[in-house]
């Protein structure tokens, strides 16, 4: 269940410290992402859609974000995305990511996006549990897609199709 009084904003370049903030969040945890470094919002604006991106506030502060990012720049591909979504530590398992992911959801179907996909550690089980619960489903294990810290990691591929 989602704490009273956190709503779901556009994300907006004057969220970026704190966006970025909780990205290192993830990535210190190990279990997130590949990316051992939190990019420029010059490189993360221009790898994301404009119009699939929100930050979950609560009392002028930004507990989590998510953003859609094309898959490809094929023309067959131009409704299907890929999810990117972190929560700050203290704000997990209190639902703002399933509020985030709802509104991604709904704004990639109002936009004609028909596939969803994202690529999760099998170690992410809070992820995984969240992704499924919105209708996503594994499609199947990417193992040892990439190396980290020295040791092989596999990568549980998931997606979602609109109806």
Known sequence: MLATG???????????????????QGIAT??????T????WEEWNAA????????AEAEGSVLGW???APVSSRCCYAGVAEVSAYIAEGARGQGVGA???????????AAGLWTLETGVFPENEASL????RFGFREVGVRERLGQMNGHWRDVVLLERRSP
């Open 99 to 109: 509020a985030l992911l709802e509104r991604a959801i709904e704004s990639a179907e």
């Open 30 to 35: 190990g279990n997130a992402t590949f990316e």
């Open 129 to 132: 549990a969240v992704l499924k």
């Open 6 to 24: 956190v709503d779901i904003r556009d994300l907006r370049p004057e969220h970026w410290s704190e966006v970025a903030r909780i990205y290192a």
């Open 66 to 68: 998510i953003a859609l």
């Open 48 to 55: 994301h859609l404009p119009d699939h991106r929100f930050v």
């Open 37 to 40: 470094e939190v990019p420029s």
